[in-house]
Structures are given as structure tokens and as C-alpha cells.
T-cell receptor, first 117, second 111 residues
Framework: DGGITQSPKYLFRKEGQNVTLSCEQNLNHDAMYWYRQDPGQGLRLIYYSQIVNDFQKGDIAEGYSVSREKKESFPLTVTSAQKNPTAFYLC????????????????FGSGTQLSVL | DAKTTQPNSMESNEEEPVHLPCNHSTISGTDYIHWYRQLPSQGPEYVIHGLTSNVNNRMASLAIAEDRKSSTLILHRATLRDAAVYYCILRGTNAGNMLTFGGGTRLMVKP
């Protein structure tokens, strides 16, 4: 089945620790995104990538880092600089991004719940 | 992306139609109107989108006002599985073309 796979489903972070959330897609999409969702809130964009080896900061990038070495993969690292990391993290992809993508829909993974020990 | 305004919550009876409103008074001429829904503890899923004309698909219908400053998502017969948070989003031509998700409307369906 084609889709987006996020792992793990639940993750715990200790103080001062970096953790990495995995996101893999087999939809052959160029664009990938990371969102953060706090309880009862909407989604806020952390980072996005329009193409391999390129990514851009979203609205709340501080304390996070990403890489895009392969088209299928867009891992998110929550660094120790992120002081309030507890949230639900969602990865998404779309065929393309940019000015021609207003008609494109996003496909989301099932999310990773990150909590601080 | 331009901002949208939705009611925080709505309630419906099972098997009845549901009309979910969305205001987007600052929409630009090239913004598409997208609707997504999110079931508890899951990622959002695409529902429908449109530009100017009303749209229908197997999940729902989208009615867009003539001036495009508002739209309505219509679920023709609500089921318990339709209980979710529904997000109305404008997708524009900015550089990242990212979707900005506000708080959405929490739809509760009563049996």
C-alpha cells in the first residue's frame, strides 16, 4: 500500500537528549512537511522540503532540525534546545510544492506522540 | 496563506445533513479552498477542495459563495464515523505553499 509511515508511534525524551522521528513515504512525492500539534490546537509548520537536499524553515523551526538526503525520507530531530517538545508530530507529503501546488492535496502519516520524561 | 474562521464546535444527529461553515474574507483570487478532517489520534485526511465552483465527491460537497469569502462543507448524511475536527484551509501561491491549519470545527455526531 502506498502511504506515509511515521515511527515510532510513541517516543519519550529525557532532559538534554536529542531524539529523531522517522518519516518515510512511497508515494514518489517531491514535497514533504513536518507539523507540530499541541492538545486541542491546530497544526503548526516546523519544516518543509520541496526537493531532495533542500528544506526551509516553517513557523516554529527553533529547536528542530531536518535532513532530506533521499526523496522517500524526511527525518525530524528534536534537539535539546527545544524546551517544550511534548506534542503530537505529523509528517505529510504532496506531489509538489511551490507556486504550482495550490491544487495539490497533502497526505499525512499517523503521527508520533513525543513526551518528556 | 490567508486566514480562515470556523466555529469551534458543532453537533449533529446521525443520518442528518451537516453544514460546516468557513469564512475567509481575505482570500485572494488564486487561493484554493481545502478541507481536511482529523479523527482522534490520527493525522488529518483530505476531504475536498475547490476554487470557484461547487464540488462534489464521495465524501462530501463543497459550496463556495459567489464572492468566495465563505464556503460550506456539506456532509449529506452524518454517521458516527464522521465525528472529527474539520479544518478549512486556504492554499495559496506563497513560496512554500504550506497549509496553515487553524483550530478547526469539532463535529460531534449523536446517535
Amino acid at each position: 500500500d502506498g502511504g506515509i509511515t511515521q515511527s515510532p508511534k510513541y517516543l519519550f525524551r529525557k532532559e538534554g537528549q536529542n531524539v529523531t522521528l522517522s518519516c518515510e513515504q512511497n508515494l514518489n512525492h517531491d514535497a514533504m512537511y513536518w507539523y507540530r500539534q499541541d492538545p486541542g490546537q491546530g497544526l503548526r509548520l516546523i519544516y518543509y522540503s520541496q526537493i531532495v537536499n533542500d528544506f526551509q524553515k516553517g513557523d516554529i523551526a527553533e529547536g528542530y532540525s531536518v535532513s532530506r538526503e533521499k526523496k522517500e525520507s524526511f527525518p525530524l530531530t528534536v534537539t535539546s534546545a527545544q524546551k517544550n517538545p511534548t506534542a503530537f508530530y505529523l509528517c505529510a507529503s504532496s506531489v509538489i510544492a511551490g507556486q504550482g501546488a495550490t491544487n495539490e492535496k497533502l497526505f499525512f502519516g499517523s503521527g508520533t506522540q513525543l513526551s518528556v520524561l | 496563506d490567508a486566514k480562515t474562521t470556523q466555529p469551534n464546535s458543532m453537533e449533529s444527529n446521525e443520518e442528518e445533513p451537516v453544514h460546516l461553515p468557513c469564512n475567509h474574507s481575505t482570500i485572494s483570487g488564486t487561493d484554493y479552498i481545502h478541507w481536511y478532517r482529523q479523527l482522534p489520534s490520527q493525522g488529518p485526511e483530505y476531504v475536498i477542495h475547490g476554487l470557484t465552483s461547487n464540488v462534489n465527491n464521495r465524501m462530501a460537497s463543497l459550496a463556495i459563495a459567489e464572492d468566495r469569502k465563505s464556503s460550506t462543507l456539506i456532509l449529506h448524511r452524518a454517521t458516527l464515523r464522521d465525528a472529527a475536527v474539520y479544518y478549512c484551509i486556504l492554499r495559496g501561491t506563497n513560496a512554500g505553499n504550506m497549509l496553515t491549519f487553524g483550530g478547526g470545527t469539532r463535529l460531534m455526531v449523536k446517535p
